[in-house]
């Protein structure tokens, strides 16, 4: 009886463990409109091709694998101080199958003239429901940052009512794509976003 006793105990030991890790899971992710992106230092995985989401037929998309299942989606940014264009670009969280670990990050980008097209640039799907954030960081070197918690669109879903977090970087426009460049911009959006956390707080505190 002892030895049940004991190994009942280890078991449920074991499992607060397993759990406590399991809740403790967050992301940091990091993309631009080229396909170059990275979650948690890894690369991140990405395809050219037919909208897994159906929302652009008219020609192939971006969309990243994410490596959990995910909160299906779209977050908006906008540019601030341009009420006429209120979205430049959308990302949509995409999970074909529920539970069928086989998640997608897809990244829309406006067409504007005399640009240089990145992979991205494919115009806008119809979205609803969408969660807008603004754009952070000078023209041509801007983006922003998305802090997802369930049930918020792009919060990792690690099985039965379990959920994560992820920290998405999301690069709109990078001057030159490359690595280097990536880490750069990422620097310069977490920074630009620090810096509007610390204003709210002084402004709060006065």
């Known amino acids: 009886m002892k030895q049940f006793v004991k190994a009942a105990l280890l078991s449920t030991f074991t499992f607060a463990v397993s759990s406590g890790a399991l809740l403790a899971q967050d992301f940091k992710l990091t993309l631009d409109e080229n396909g170059h992106g990275t979650v948690n230092g890894t690369p991140l995985a990405f395809t050219v091709g037919p909208d897994p989401s159906g929302g652009i037929t008219t020609s192939p998309v971006l969309f990243y694998t994410l490596p959990f299942d ?67 960081g000078p023209e041509g070197n801007n983006g922003a940052v998305w802090n997802a918690v369930f049930p918020n669109p792009g919060t990792p879903l690690l099985g039965g009512p379990v959920s994560g977090t992820a920290e998405y970087t999301i690069i709109s426009d990078v001057p030159e794509p490359g690595s280097a460049s990536l880490l750069l911009a990422a620097g310069v959006m977490i920074g630009a976003a620090g810096g509007v956390l610390r204003k709210r707080s002084v402004s709060n505190g006065a």
């Open 70 to 136: 995910v909160q299906g989606g779209d977050v908006r940014l906008f540019e601030p101080g341009l009420p006429n264009v209120p979205t430049s670009d959308t990302i949509r969280f995409f999970e074909p199958t529920p539970g069928g670990h086989s998640s997608f990050l897809i990244f829309y980008s406006d067409i504007e003239a005399g640009e240089h097209l990145d992979l991205a640039d494919v115009g806008l799907p119809n979205s609803s429901g969408s969660i807008f954030i603004p754009e952070t």
